[in-house]
Structures are given as structure tokens and as C-alpha cells.
């Protein structure tokens, strides 16, 4: 009797261990993940339309001036895309932040 009861509490100790991981994401940060995941399509985007532009533009000859001022206006693209998801996960962990000390209190 007890070799078969340490047995089935190690298989289940070890069912839980093994489907733990399983359900940690759903129980996670949800909101920061789809932030994060909203984020990761964002940039793609811009880095293949940056790139679709460079193609285009690659096949015409442009002055030395207007090259620069449109690798310029590139960077400024992807300086401002960044600076924008940055104070968007900043809010959010402000408000995370706020939420949080609301249900201390309330609790």
C-alpha cells in the first residue's frame, strides 16, 4: 500500500510540474504580452515598408543630398515608432501600477 501511494502522488507531482508551465502564460502579464506582441508586428511592418521603399527607390538615381535627408527620414521613422511604444508601455505599467495599489486598498 504505500509503494503504490508514494507512486501515485509522485505521478501526480510530476503531472502537475509538466502542465504548470502550460497554463503560467494565461495567468501572466497578459496585457504586457499583447502590448509586446502589438509592438512586435508594429516594427515589422515599418522595417518591410522601409524596405519595399529602398527597393523602389534603388533603381533611381538620387542626389547625394537627397539620399542623406531620406536615410534621415528613415531613422526619424523607426526614432519615433520606438519613442511611441516606449510611452505606451510605460503607461501601461503606470496604470498596472495604480491598479494594483487600488486593490490593496480596497482589499
Do not use: C, W
Not at 22 to 33: Q, S
Not at 60 to 83: C, F, I, P, T, V
Not at 88 to 105: H, M, N, P, V, Y
Amino acid at each position: 500500500m504505500g509503494r503504490k501511494r508514494r507512486l501515485l502522488l509522485l505521478l501526480l507531482t510530476a503531472v502537475m510540474l509538466v502542465s504548470l508551465p502550460a497554463h503560467l502564460p494565461a495567468i501572466g502579464n497578459r496585457e504586457k504580452h499583447d502590448l509586446n506582441k502589438r509592438h512586435k508586428e508594429q516594427r515589422k511592418f515599418l522595417k518591410s515598408q522601409q524596405r519595399s521603399m529602398n527597393k523602389t527607390l534603388k533603381g533611381h538615381a538620387l542626389a547625394k543630398e537627397d539620399s542623406g535627408r531620406y536615410k534621415r527620414e528613415l531613422k526619424a521613422q523607426r526614432r519615433m515608432l520606438g519613442k511611441a511604444q516606449k510611452d505606451e508601455s510605460r503607461t501601461l505599467k503606470a496604470r498596472q501600477k495604480f491598479d494594483r495599489k487600488q486593490q490593496r486598498i480596497h482589499a
